[in-house]
């Protein structure tokens, strides 16, 4: 069973606007993650939020968490043709008797020039 | 540097072979993951290990095998067992199991010829 689900699964937007992606989960969290995955690449982990944190910026990065609806937003501002990527939420989920991190199918970024 | 190295980057194999994916860190991490990715898909944990010589199943075990003989290492092997193996195989190391921040190597790419 998928723990989150990233939407829109595809995002197409000119250099300079700014992208949001949306992650929904199901089950309670300690903490939600996001990554980036240039194509071909490993995941690069951008930002935690914790289930006690409303909001938490990196850079350009904007995260967002809202427990009550169990959902989270990944704010890229002035994006750029480098943020071409997908972009991957993962929350932490019971796998076989132990909590592990679960990542969602994502969301494919692209940042036209 | 410190970090994560899969290799081979590229990997082909005929049906009925067994292949040995290698993944090495030089963290000083505890954890270490090996995740399974389909194309457009999001990772599915096969197997994760929390110390040497111990290992857990995740969901997608079967028809893969594991060992931790060195805290550093912990090679995957594709068995012939595994009846679709042909994917993008990531690994991943973390401090701890605590559910924090993964880091991943730059993938293993299996293709059944």
């Known amino acids: 069973s998928q723990q989150g689900e990233e939407d829109p699964q595809a995002l197409s937007i000119q250099e300079g606007e700014n992208a949001t992606m949306n992650c929904s989960y199901k089950?309670?969290?300690?903490?939600l993650q996001w990554y980036r995955q240039n194509s071909g690449r490993g995941l690069v982990h951008l930002i935690l939020?914790?289930?006690?944190?409303r909001e938490k910026h990196s850079g350009r990065l904007r995260v967002t968490l809202d427990t009550s609806k169990k959902s989270s937003s990944l704010l890229i501002t002035a994006s750029r043709a480098a943020d071409t990527a997908s972009y991957f939420c993962?929350?932490?989920?019971?796998?076989?008797?132990?909590?592990?991190?679960?990542f969602g199918q994502g969301t494919r970024l692209t940042i036209n020039p | 540097d410190g970090g994560i190295t899969q290799s081979p980057k590229y990997l082909f194999r005929k049906e009925g072979q067994n292949v040995t994916l290698s993944c090495e860190q030089n963290?000083?991490?505890?954890?270490m993951y090996w995740y399974r990715q389909d194309p457009g898909q999001g990772l599915r944990l096969i197997y994760y290990?929390?110390?040497?010589?111990?290992?857990q199943k995740g969901d997608i075990a079967e028809g893969y095998s594991v060992s931790r003989e060195k805290k550093e290492s912990f090679p995957l092997t594709v068995t012939s067992a595994q009846k679709n193996p042909t994917a993008f195989y990531l690994c991943?190391?973390?401090?701890?199991?605590?559910?924090?921040?993964?880091?991943f190597g730059e993938g293993s790419r299996l293709t059944v010829l």
């Open positions: 939020i914790r289930s006690n944190e």
């Open positions: 290990s929390q110390i040497v010589n111990d290992f």
């Open positions: 963290l000083n991490h505890d954890a």
């Open positions: 993962a929350t932490d989920a019971e796998v076989a008797g132990a909590q592990k991190l679960v």
């Open positions: 089950t309670s969290i300690n903490n």
């Open positions: 991943a190391s973390s401090i701890n199991l605590d559910t924090g921040e993964l880091f």
